[in-house]
T-cell receptor
Framework: GAVVSQHPSRVICKSGTSVKIECRSL??????MFWYRQFPKQSLMLMAT?????????EQGVEKDKFLINHASLTLSTLTVTSAHPEDSSFYIC????????????FGPGTRLLVL | GDSVTQMEGPVTLSEEAFLTINCTYT??????LFWYVQYPGEGLQLLLK?????DKGSNKGFEATYRKETTSFHLEKGSVQVSDSAVYFC????????????FGQGTRLTINP
């Protein structure tokens, strides 16, 4: 089946630093990738939609200068949390949609970010 | 706007009990409906889906029927196992544009032996 990986799985950083999270589709090409944020015991909140070769589309209320998204190839999207603060601590999840399959998203295992 | 409402958890059942997790939705148009499952420490996995009214999605003993008249997509299983313990998310797919998923709040299910 389709596999999506994320790296790192867990990261701890100091306040003010930037953190990059990678999302890769391992065995398929993904024209569209999505980035979600999940707070403890809550649902997934879509942050942005990333299309290969073009700028990401951000959801209302998500700061695009703080959460930089790059989708440079059909198998890789990155999310960079710039100048991270403790309130950015969360579980970040990506998903990828296979080219030609509009209905199904495959999810990565998530990245736990803790900002001290 | 489009939204999904799930029954609040947590839900705790004994092994072999019957399971129902309620899900209702609000949407313009005719969305596709999904159930995703998140096992401890893992990412979301698609459990089942239905793309039009009266469709029944099924997988691993779980079933859900797309009911347009009641705007519902309740998840059921006749006999749960300890290994079914997880968080279950109901979701709908917005048809226009990038076809985004809108998730319910999730229901934590614990099955005791």
């Amino acid at each position: 089946g389709a596999v999506v990986s994320q790296h790192p799985s867990r990261v701890i950083c100091k306040s003010g630093t930037s953190v990059k999270i990678e999302c890769r589709s391992l065995d398929f090409q993904a024209t569209t990738m999505f980035w979600y944020r999940q707070f403890p015991k809550q649902s997934l909140m879509l942050m942005a939609t990333s299309n290969e070769g073009s700028k990401a589309t951000y959801e209302q209320g998500v700061e695009k200068d703080k959460f930089l998204i790059n989708h440079a190839s059909l198998t890789l999207s990155t999310l960079t949390v710039t100048s991270a603060h403790p309130e950015d601590s969360s579980f970040y999840i990506c998903s990828a949609r296979e080219m030609g399959h509009r209905e199904t998203q495959y999810f990565g295992p998530g990245t736990r970010l803790l900002v001290l | 706007g489009d939204s999904v409402t799930q029954m609040e958890g947590p839900v705790t059942l004994s092994e072999e009990a019957f399971l129902t997790i309620n899900c209702t939705y609000t949407a313009t148009g005719y969305p596709s409906l999904f159930w995703y499952v998140q096992y401890p420490g893992e990412g979301l996995q698609l459990l089942l889906k239905a793309t039009k009214a009266d469709d029944k999605g099924s997988n691993k003993g779980f079933e859900a029927t797309y009911r347009k008249e009641t705007t519902s997509f309740h998840l059921e299983k006749g006999s749960v196992q300890v290994s079914d313990s997880a968080v279950y998310f109901c979701a709908l797919s917005i048809i226009q544009g990038a076809q985004k998923l809108v998730f319910g709040q999730g229901t934590r299910l614990t099955i005791n032996p």
